[in-house]
């Protein structure tokens, strides 16, 4: 296969005119040549947090507080997922799976509610579709044996140290919510030594020191933290620090769309397009160990291909910051995962 146009070419995702050739799933080379195309290439985007089994309520709990909504065990969120029948669970995360694949998403990072039970009940959602659900099991160890890694809720709502240390021993992915409500959680987050932490929306002076002494990565999610009205994460203070990606949250309260994410994080924070668009593909990537998120060649074929002559796009005197800031569903031609 051979795609032609704009090609957002390696972790700097240089613009360059030419062609992207596929073979056996794998980019085989990336040319410099004049094209008459009008299309944009890119990588697919690897949302980096998700809770996408409260597809099955979007919307519910408006006017709520966090700990109303989400809160571990009785939040709104909860209650409902304990009642739902499980092909109700199944086809509405199939439905959130097929949003992201339509939205250009090639993997997410979910922190599955519901023990064993909810991871199997995820990889029965995501068969047989092409989008990679890096799944993080929680309640128990079992459902983290049963998964690949442990998302831990958060360190006011328990201690989680053997959860740590069997994750550790499995070799798998650890990850935890911190600082969303306030600053009381993250140094007990931070003493779990976490494989990237999520949200971290109010660090003090000794957090941004911690985190960036030991190289954590940081999981931001800004429409979310704005719906549920804790505040917004200082995002250019963490990617000054650290890794930084970005994330949708719960489908109950935004759609798994990374296009949105990504305009609203730039419209918000001091940072640059090029920056946005790493917390969207290849930072997100690096956190779940996928080999995704830049154009090069040897790398997978995950990517993307975006009209730039869509009514929306043409014109675009800066790909990169046409990208992040205003490309959306409509603009998206073709998906390739």
């Not at 409260?54 to 409902?80: F, N, T, Y």
Request: charged share 25%; proline share 4%; aromatic share 4%.
């Amino acid at each position: 296969m051979e795609l032609t146009g704009t090609i957002l070419r390696g972790r700097s995702f240089d613009p360059i005119e030419g062609r992207l050739v596929v073979e056996d799933g794998e980019i085989a080379a990336i040319e410099e040549e004049s094209t008459d195309s009008t299309n944009i290439i890119l990588p697919a985007f690897v949302n980096a947090h998700t809770h996408i089994g409260d597809s099955i309520a979007k919307e519910a709990g408006g006017g709520l507080s966090l700990d109303e909504l989400v809160a571990p065990p009785d939040g709104l969120k909860h209650r409902l997922l304990r009642a739902a029948d499980r092909s109700e669970m199944v086809s509405a995360m199939r439905r959130s799976i097929s949003f992201m694949q339509q939205t250009g998403t090639a993997a997410f990072i979910e922190f599955r509610e519901g023990g064993t039970e909810g991871v199997e009940v995820l990889r029965e959602a995501a068969d047989g579709q092409p989008v990679e659900p890096v799944i993080l099991g929680r309640e128990e160890i079992a459902a983290m044996e049963a998964s690949d890694g442990y998302g831990a809720s958060g360190a006011r709502d328990a201690e989680f140290g053997s959860e740590r240390t069997a994750t550790r021993e499995a070799g798998k992915l650890f990850g935890i919510h911190a600082g969303e409500r306030d600053e009381l959680d993250i140094n007990p987050a931070l003493d779990l030594d976490p494989d990237f932490l999520v949200h971290m929306v109010h660090p003090q002076q000794i957090h941004f020191e911690r985190v960036e002494d030991n190289n954590i990565p940081i999981v931001v999610c800004p429409r979310s933290n704005l719906v549920t009205n804790v505040g917004i994460p200082p995002i250019s203070e963490w990617c000054n620090r650290t890794t930084v990606a970005l994330g949708t949250d719960n489908v109950m309260l935004n759609s798994p769309s990374m296009f949105r994410e990504m305009e609203f994080t730039a419209k918000l924070a001091d940072v640059s397009a090029t920056d946005v668009l790493k917390m969207a593909t290849v930072n997100g990537a690096e956190i779940a160990g996928l080999d995704y998120g830049v154009l090069e060649a040897g790398r997978p074929a995950k990517l993307q291909v975006l009209d730039g002559d869509s009514d929306n796009l043409t014109g675009a005197k800066e790909v990169v910051r046409a990208v992040v800031r205003r490309a959306g569903a409509s603009d998206v031609k073709a998906v390739y995962l």
